[in-house]
């Protein structure tokens, strides 16, 4: 069991410009989520997959914002447009289909400059 | 996303004492509750869950849980210094989990 694993840990852009971040769950794990947590703050749910299908965006997520888990292994998230506000640092965490436990990666820290 | 409400911090206590957090919910409907420890510039960790109303012990930690008045704490027995962290608590919404904004806990050796 290797964890969750996040990849870039630290990108830099520029406003306007868009990144994409992977993440890969624990092996046997179904369930991936994203989060993003600013700070101070505790991280907030953006939106899940069950295998492929992803079951739930969240209302905060605008449209620049888009995730994809084409195999039902790895997922990508995607921000378009960059905007200062989102810098911020992207969790994923993932868990066994009927468990509640989620696992995190060490994510993503994004900065917008 | 529910509400989720901690203590605000930070809290500090010399080492050997009990910490203790507090977290409150909104959603009479919860029903798992979580404890994530996170250290600066890291990400969560997930240190205990509870389910049942009562108490969960795992080595210095114990989750208490009271679903009557939607209340989750988290006694932290014979702190030690790298016990200094964020403490988030966790709430399942449906599968996901809505967090509070987090107790910073300091102990000073």
């Known amino acids: 069991d290797t964890g969750v694993s996040q990849d870039p840990r630290h990108k830099i852009t520029k406003r306007g410009q868009n990144v994409t971040f992977r993440c890969d769950p624990i092996s046997e794990h179904n369930r991936l989520y994203w989060y993003r947590q600013t700070l101070g703050q505790g991280p907030e749910f953006l939106t899940y997959f069950q295998n492929e299908a992803q079951l739930e965006k969240s209302r905060l997520l605008s449209d620049r914002f888009s995730a994809e888990r084409p195999k039902g292994s790895f997922s990508t998230l995607e921000i378009q447009r960059t905007e200062q506000g989102d810098s911020a640092m992207y969790l994923c965490?993932?868990?066994?289909?009927?468990?509640?436990?989620?696992?995190f990666g060490p994510g993503t820290r994004l900065t917008v400059t | 996303q529910k509400e989720v409400e901690q203590n605000s911090g930070p809290l500090s206590v010399p080492e050997g004492a009990i910490a203790s957090l507090n977290c409150t919910y909104s959603d009479r409907g919860s029903q798992s509750f979580f404890w994530y420890r996170q250290y600066s510039g890291k990400s969560p960790e997930l240190i205990m869950f509870i389910y049942s109303n009562g108490d969960k012990e795992d080595g210095r930690f114990t989750a208490q849980l009271n679903k009557a008045s939607q209340y989750v704490s988290l006694l932290i027995r014979d702190s030690q210094p790298s016990d200094s962290a964020t403490y988030l608590c966790a709430v399942n919404d449906d599968y996901k989990l809505s967090f509070g904004a987090g107790t910073t806990v300091t102990v000073r050796a």
């Open positions: 965490a993932s868990s066994l289909q009927g468990d509640y436990e989620q696992y």
